[in-house]
């Protein structure tokens, strides 16, 4: 229970505790929390009929109703498992008002660097199919990796107390210098200002904040 886990705990409006928490009534009490959710994970067995087809979609504010500990069946290791609820005044995205909304805004997928309609659409069988040779345009395009200057890589084993956080950044090195910068910008982002630390202040959460903030 750290990190993450304790993020979305100490949200939940009740009393924190190492054994789970339950807010019951008072749910909408709680810390806000921006849910996005992901395409990719029609891939799991149990499927959200709240999913979207493909990309990831922001579905609004939800706040921790409960959060409880579990042994997962598969591998037996100890997981988090949160109970979430929808406190948004705005449509959901899946519903019929939330749809015209979406259509009434013009809100459109927006496709990454290197990528083409025609990778995101689903398949009709479990066999993967690719596009012609010919639809050069489609395929991701190769990333050059980047590499880090030697006084850079000194600066970084320096900074002692985010070398979790930059081991986790120096694992996007392979997909180009746009990747890795906008990884770092990710990590190092104050929370309150939502500008880049240059002497980041890391709270117990994990989360970085700027001096002003403080």
Same mark, same amino acid.
């Given at each position: ?59 609004? +504010? ?39 909304? +979406? ?22 069988? %479990? ?26 890589? %000194? ?13 986790? +950044? ?30 980041? +202040? ?13």
């Amino acid at each position: 229970m750290k990190k993450c886990n304790k993020a979305l705990a100490v949200s939940c409006y009740a009393k924190f505790s190492e054994n789970g928490a339950n807010a019951k009534s008072d749910w909408h009490r709680g810390k806000p929390v921006r849910v996005l959710r992901s395409g990719n994970a029609r891939g799991c067995t149990k499927k959200s009929p709240y999913l979207p087809k493909i990309g990831v979609r922001y579905d609004g +504010i939800y706040k921790v109703v409960r959060y409880w500990p579990e042994h997962n069946s598969d591998s037996g290791l100890l997981i988090w498992r949160y109970l979430l609820r929808r406190d948004d005044e705005t449509p959901s995205p899946w519903s019929r008002q939330g749809k015209k909304r +979406i259509k009434k805004l013009g809100l459109q997928l927006v496709l990454p660097p290197g990528y083409n309609d025609c990778m995101f659409k689903p398949l009709k069988s %479990n066999k993967r199919k690719l596009c012609s040779s010919n639809e050069t345009h489609s395929k991701r395009i190769k990333m050059e990796p980047y590499r880090l200057s030697e006084s850079l890589l %000194n600066l970084i084993a320096d900074d002692k107390v985010n070398s979790s956080t930059w081991a986790d +950044i120096l694992k996007f090195l392979p997909y180009g210098k746009e990747v890795f910068q906008n990884r770092v910008k990710e990590a190092f982002m104050c929370a309150c200002c939502l500008g880049v630390v240059s002497e980041p +202040i890391a709270m117990i959460c994990g989360h970085c904040i700027c001096e002003i903030a403080m």
